[in-house]
């Protein structure tokens, strides 16, 4: 997940919202910061170059209540990228 500022250009995620999506999924399911395990999800696997930077945040939502909220949370944060990299 990455946020975009009012002006269009990249805003790191807050840890204000770190802390939300924490709530909505719990922490065994959000990977933030300096986690080794980030390096896994800055690709995926066809053959296109590397994002070439670390996602902010990697979320694992277990239902679809907490989809839904982490979906609002992206449109009230004003949060760009929400990309699913299922089953990983």
Do not use: C, W
């Not at 269009?8 to 990977?31: C, S």
């Not at 995926?44 to 679809?64: I, S």
């Amino acid at each position: 997940m990455t946020s975009l500022s009012t002006s269009g250009f990249y805003q790191p995620v807050t840890a204000g919202i770190i802390a939300e999506l924490t709530r909505i999924v719990g922490k065994a399911n959000v990977l933030a910061g300096a986690d080794e395990r980030m390096q896994d999800y800055a690709h995926d696997e066809a053959a296109a170059p590397p994002l070439g930077r670390l996602p902010d945040a990697v979320v694992k939502p277990q239902t679809a209540a907490e989809i839904a909220r982490i979906m609002q949370l992206g449109a009230t944060g004003n949060m760009a990228d929400v990309l699913d990299r299922a089953h990983r």
